[in-house]
């Protein structure tokens, strides 16, 4: 960076030092809400760990810096999409700007730290911001969103709220078997390819349960093909990791291809403390495989066979829009975005905030937003 630029960096540095930070782990984290000479806002996060300070634009596109000791500062190596797209940019046009604007911004804070910071959580955009919409709401006001309760069907959609709420799925006959066979597994999987399959979908019926798996399933088996699939003793060997053809490394349990997280699993596992006894259960996290898992676990449920599927409650609350939308900031990819939400708030499905068109208004007083940030001067006796 440019002799000047780099001075700018280590007197910011220096008086943020003036501030109180958030420590996490071996972390010491500055976050600043400021506007620059445009009235544009922008988020800059200044870490420092150990002997080095970061400084990153969150909700921009300048190169994230190192600040190293002995005055040097240079960009970050770019990681993810933003990154690289970051780092098209030249560090200097980038930074030269947001410094002066930033360092203007702590002298303000220092004089009315609440003023300053009030005035951050009013005129922060919207569209940048992380929250929670109640998912009735978004489904009432917002035509042409993929629905999991249509996709399925009114009957089928009743018939499984009916089992979660029968309790079903809580009790332990209901989703475990004393023993089983690969075999057996075989029939749970049959059962399952033709309840969900899809209209695209070609599923030969007379083909038997072992013949789907090696048709449809992942593939990587770990041994699963290759033992006696009459022996329930052969079966829990393997599942115990003492069978001989078992193998690491695999995905016996995915039933139904996908990426990493919008794949089926049809998962047996040992009940947590026993041995005794084989736990069931149907694993589909994404969204768009929801309605087929459903149908799935109905069909072999129908026949009289024990099936638990992942996260019951939460299901019913998806199908009768009970759940809760994650709202994610303009910046961040939707992809895997739920997963940054705590799981007791409810967030199975998220969207940015445009996403809610010309909606928004209507819907923006029932979003309950995380808090900012707040940038507080350390008290004058430290």
């Not at 994230?64 to 190596?77: H, K, S, T, Y």
């Not at 001989?244 to 089926?264: A, D, F, L, M």
């Not at 905030?353 to 707040?374: E, N, V």
Request: proline letters at 7%; charged letters at 30%.
């Amino acid at each position: 960076m440019k002799p000047q630029n780099r001075e700018s960096v280590y007197r910011l540095l220096e008086e943020l030092d003036g501030f109180g930070y958030d420590a996490v782990g071996l972390d010491r984290i500055w976050d600043v809400l400021f506007t620059d000479a445009n009235e544009g806002w922008h988020w800059v996060r200044v870490t420092h760990y150990m002997e080095i300070y970061f400084l990153f634009h969150v909700d921009g596109d300048a190169p994230g810096l190192e600040a190293r000791p002995g005055g040097e500062v240079a960009p970050m190596d770019p990681f993810g999409a933003l990154g690289r797209v970051a780092a098209r940019r030249d560090p200097d046009d980038a930074w030269e700007p947001l410094l002066e604007s930033m360092r203007n911004h702590l002298r303000k804070v220092k004089r009315d730290w609440i003023k300053a910071n009030r005035e951050a959580v009013a005129g922060y955009p919207l569209d940048r911001r992380r929250g929670i919409l109640p998912h009735a709401l978004v489904r009432e006001s917002v035509p042409g969103l993929y629905r999991i309760d249509t996709d399925l069907g009114t009957e089928a959609c009743a018939a499984f709220v009916a089992l979660v709420e029968s309790g079903y799925f809580r009790r332990e006959e209901s989703v475990t078997v004393p023993a089983l066979s690969a075999g057996e597994y075989f029939r749970y999987c049959k059962l399952a390819y033709i309840a969900g399959k899809s209209p695209d979908e070609e599923v030969d019926e007379s083909m038997s349960g072992r013949e789907m798996y090696r048709r449809f399933a992942d593939g990587r088996h770990e041994g699963l093909l290759d033992i006696d699939e009459d022996s329930t003793d052969e079966f829990g060997d393997w599942i115990d990791g003492k069978h001989p053809k078992r193998s690491v490394g695999g995905h016996p349990w995915e039933i139904k291809r996908g990426g990493n997280t919008t794949h089926i699993d049809l998962a047996v596992y040992r009940p947590p403390g026993r041995n005794d006894a084989f736990r069931i259960e149907l694993i589909a996290p994404a969204t768009g495989r929801l309605a087929e898992a459903v149908r799935m676990a109905l069909a072999i449920h129908a026949a009289g066979l024990p099936i638990g599927i992942a996260d019951p409650e939460g299901v019913r609350k998806r199908l009768l829009a009970q759940d809760t939308i994650g709202i994610v900031p303009r910046q961040e990819t939707l992809h895997r975005a739920a997963q940054g939400f705590d799981r007791s708030r409810g967030v199975y499905d998220v969207m940015h905030y445009s996403d809610l068109g010309r909606y928004r208004r209507r819907l923006t007083p029932f979003i309950a937003w995380d808090p900012l940030p707040l940038l507080v001067p350390k008290p004058s006796h430290t």
